[in-house]
């Protein structure tokens, strides 16, 4: 609990707002901030939403999950091409996979 709440006071300042600013945003008594923050008990479901939007982060971060990760995916020239392989057939997207797996691992470690 002691950690969730000093997470959520840690958010608060370093977005750089008092308890009563916080409150002033999320339209909440600054009570109900101060009890969040020194109990680490989670606000109702409704509130989350407008209490990381004030602080700038992501409901999970508020949450104390990380930060979803971007996926990357090919660019350019290859995304058209793996796409246009996705649209083949299966026994065709098996002979594109039979060249580029071994192609793919003999040169993964060489950058």
């Known amino acids: ?9 840690q958010l608060r300042e370093a977005a750089g707002i008092s308890q009563r600013e916080l409150a002033r945003q999320i339209d909440q008594d ?3 901030v101060r009890f969040w ?9 409704d509130v989350l939403m407008p209490i990381a ?5 992501t409901v999970e971060e508020l949450l104390g999950e ?3 990760k971007r996926v990357l995916s090919p660019g350019g020239r290859m995304r058209q091409l ?3 392989a996705s649209k083949l057939p299966r ?6 996979l039979a060249v580029l797996e071994p192609f793919v691992s003999a040169h993964a470690n060489g950058h």
């Not at 923050?37 to 479901?45: A, D, H, N, V, W």
């Not at 939007?53 to 982060?57: D, M, S």
């Not at 026994?91 to 594109?96: G, I, T």
């Open 37 to 45: 923050e020194t109990t680490g008990k989670i606000p109702r479901s």
């Open 53 to 57: 939007k004030a602080l700038g982060v």
């Open 30 to 32: 600054q009570s109900n």
């Open 1 to 9: 609990m002691a950690q969730a709440a000093s997470r959520l006071r």
């Open 82 to 84: 793996f796409e246009s």
């Open 66 to 68: 990380a930060r979803p």
């Open 91 to 96: 026994s065709q997207q098996e002979k594109v």
